[in-house]
């Protein structure tokens, strides 16, 4: 009975974890016959015969019959005659003994490793599995049901009743899913570790929008357009760069479809997330001026690595956009820090900052300098919620030293 309970359960169990049948039988001989190896130092003389139907296991154990003073008699796969009659009586030299060894017969401990043996034989091949399976499917995007809802995951089940993992920091902050709800999310990456294999999936990944896009728009499916890059605020707002094999394809109506038929099932998927799909184009000036949209660019100056984009003073906080997304998505966009300013008539008449030490800090003006702000209509140029992240000072600060340059041309 012990053994029909083990394999019983170990069918069962494989069976939870889409293990087929003959993997399953290899994996039963496999540790059994290790059991046998442990006991006897050698398994060539048995034979193991499994029927997972029944639940049934037979261990044989075969030896030939040799004279009991024989020289070979200590071989183990040799018995005494005398043994062997105690067997059967009318057993002959020359013969061999076919012997059932009961499982209870290696002792509870044996018993007890097997078991252990077998689970972790099932789970290193549900791993695996589940490797070869995923590890293709990076970037891409699946739909997997609820199983589970954790304060910090949300634990899916797949067609094939394989566990996924989305973690809150990779839900989109609107996200508000039960169980038995479906899911699409994009594989992100699959974390293997001593004891299990975890996939984890994401909802706030580049990815997922283009894939959608793909999936939406036959242009981009077909190659007529390519996506050239995606940047996100998950549920808040995302850009993404377009461009057309050629110049009679357009690019951005036909991604966002007849008064956005096309892209409004995408930005119902991601909570409504504002989608800004531009063109995309080598000169960098242009681009910004698109990645910046709605807001309208007076001028650009690129400086390397950040770009200064001077704007009238109505156009600022378009630019800059609630909470900042917008400025924050056009410079991941077109890879380099943008810095806003308004434009200043009359530059002619500005006045160097060293002219106000005696109200504003050293310190203070040594740091505007080092940002390249060294008179008083560049700094109030910048917006004051830019100067604060600049320069990590408080509201307070800002507003002291605006009222400050502002005092002096207002005399």
């Not at 063109?279 to 681009?287: D, E, G, K, R, V």
């Not at 434009?343 to 500005?350: K, L, P, R, S």
Request: with cysteine; hydrophobic share 40%.
């Amino acid at each position: 009975m012990e053994s029909k309970h083990l394999i019983d359960t170990f069918a069962e169990f494989a069976r939870s974890r889409n293990i087929d049948r003959t993997t399953v039988i290899k994996i039963l001989e496999e540790v059994f016959r290790a059991m046998i190896v442990r006991k006897f130092n050698t398994d060539a003389n048995f034979d193991v015969i499994i029927n997972l139907d029944q639940g049934d296991l037979q261990i044989w154990r075969f030896r030939e019959i040799v004279a009991d003073d024989a020289e070979n008699l200590t071989e183990v796969d040799k018995i005494g005659l005398s043994e062997a009659k105690n067997i059967e009586s009318d057993f002959m030299i020359g013969e061999e003994v076919a012997e059932e060894v009961s499982i209870d017969s290696f002792g509870r401990r044996a018993i007890t490793v097997a078991k252990s043996t077998l689970i972790e034989q099932v789970k290193e091949l549900e791993s695996n599995a589940l490797q070869e399976k995923y590890h293709p499917l990076i970037g891409e995007v699946i739909t997997a049901k609820v199983s589970q809802v954790l304060p910090q995951q949300l634990i899916l089940i797949d067609e094939g009743h394989n566990e996924l993992f989305l973690p809150k920091s990779q839900q989109i902050p609107k996200d508000n899913f039960k169980k038995g709800d479906y899911v699409h999310a994009t594989v992100l990456r699959i974390d293997v570790q001593q004891k299990s294999t975890k996939v984890i999936l994401s909802r706030t990944a580049p990815e997922l929008l283009a894939r959608l896009l793909e999936n939406e728009i036959p242009e981009i499916n077909e190659g007529l357009i390519t996506i050239t890059k995606v940047v996100r605020e998950p549920g808040e707002r995302a850009k993404v760069a377009v461009e057309g094999c050629d110049d009679n394809i357009d690019a951005v109506g036909a991604c966002v479809g007849m008064k956005g038929s096309r892209i409004h099932g995408i930005v119902r998927e991601l909570r409504y997330e504002n989608i800004d799909v531009i063109n995309y184009t080598p000169n960098l000036a242009l681009y910004i001026a698109r990645a910046l949209s709605p807001a309208k660019i007076s001028n650009i100056e690129d400086q390397g690595e950040r770009v200064a984009v001077y704007l009238q003073p109505d156009q600022v906080s378009l630019a800059i956009g609630k909470n900042g997304y917008n400025i924050k998505l056009a410079s991941a966009l077109v890879n380099k820090e943008i810095d806003v300013y308004r434009e200043v008539d009359n530059i002619a008449d500005d006045i160097h900052l060293e002219e106000f030490q005696d109200e504003i800090e050293p310190s203070l003006i040594e740091a505007l300098k080092k940002i390249g702000l060294d008179s008083a209509k560049k700094v109030l140029a910048i917006p004051q919620e830019g100067l604060e992240q600049k320069l990590d000072i408080t509201k307070e600060q800002v507003n002291d030293l605006y009222n400050i340059l502002n005092q002096e041309f207002e005399e």
